[in-house]
């Protein structure tokens, strides 16, 4: 369907046609569908030089998610009231219209939703949306809205952007986020709002660890139990909770990084 213009049911286009009636001039045009949604007479005409016109197609009457191939037919009308049915546009006499919106059954990549962020401008990925459909124009933009409030009342950014992905633009404090997108397509039919997603920036690091001691073992005191069991006191994070502790050993105080333990 490519050879044919693709329309949408929002706009109202220009058709270009050639009459050949010279003698008493044509003054209105006949449009028929031949689906017979829509029928229209005495369309005035835009003259542009004796032989070419150029008349307005509304196509906002069609239901708002219509698609479909529309075959046309024309007759023109002269002042006289005689018909000439020989009349066809210059370069087509179909078009297809792509009403349908978008669909955002998207996937979220990162953050994932409800996590927790150590980073204040973050970067948003999520999986391409669909334009399906019987004559679909294709994808051509996101508009992504973030939020401290999860109804969107007070709106940290928003962004027309081209990809799936985005990276902030703000520096984020700590608190809950919330964003939410929708796609347009190049005919900009605009997909519903996506689900709402979220995410929380904690930048604050866990309590320092007390109380450490060997309950096995006396300070600089020899002894031939190789298994050394130690114990703190449990460090405390009230933002997104600690994941676990890094133990370092060895000879000197400052030791190596033997492992980590949860």
Same mark, same amino acid.
Do not use: C
């Given at each position: 369907?490519?050879?044919? !213009? =693709? ?17 008493? $001039? ?32 509304? =196509?906002?009457?069609? !239901? ?7 075959? %046309? ?15 066809? #546009? ?6 297809? %219209?792509?009403?349908?919106? !978008?669909? =955002? ?16 401008? #973050? ?9 399906? $459909?019987?004559? !679909? ?12 409030? %999860? ?54 690091? #866990?309590?320092?660890?007390? $109380? ?5 073992? %006396? ?33 000197? #105080? ?9």
């Amino acid at each position: 369907y490519n050879q044919y !213009p =693709l329309l949408n049911t929002k706009d109202t286009y220009f058709m270009k046609v050639k009459f050949t009636d010279t003698f008493s $001039g044509i003054i209105y045009l006949n449009l028929t569908f031949t689906e017979t949604i829509y029928n229209k007479s005495n369309i005035v005409l835009n003259k542009i030089d004796n032989y070419n016109y150029s008349f307005p197609i509304n =196509l906002s009457y069609l !239901p708002k998610n219509y698609e479909g191939a529309v075959n %046309i037919t024309f007759s023109g009308t002269d002042k006289y009231n005689n018909v000439e049915i020989n009349i066809a #546009p210059k370069k087509f006499e179909k078009f297809y %219209i792509d009403g349908k919106k !978008p669909e =955002l059954n998207i996937t979220i990549i990162t953050p994932k939703n409800n996590s927790f962020i150590s980073t204040t401008s #973050p970067t948003i990925t999520w999986s391409n949306a669909s334009d399906n $459909g019987l004559y !679909p124009s294709g994808i051509k933009n996101y508009y992504i809205e973030i939020s401290s409030n %999860i109804n969107f009342k007070s709106v940290v950014e928003t962004y027309v952007i081209y990809s799936a992905y985005y990276n902030m633009k703000s520096s984020l404090s700590e608190l809950s986020y919330y964003w939410r997108i929708y796609s347009s397509d190049t005919l900009s039919n605009i997909s519903d709002w996506s689900n709402t997603y979220s995410f929380i920036v904690d930048l604050t690091p #866990p309590s320092k660890v007390t $109380g450490l001691q060997s309950i096995t073992h %006396i300070i600089d005191k020899e002894t031939s139990n190789s298994t050394v069991l130690i114990n703190w006191n449990q460090s405390i994070d009230k933002s997104s909770g600690v994941a676990g502790y890094s133990i370092k050993w060895g000879e000197i #105080p400052l030791g190596v990084l033997s492992e980590n333990v949860s």
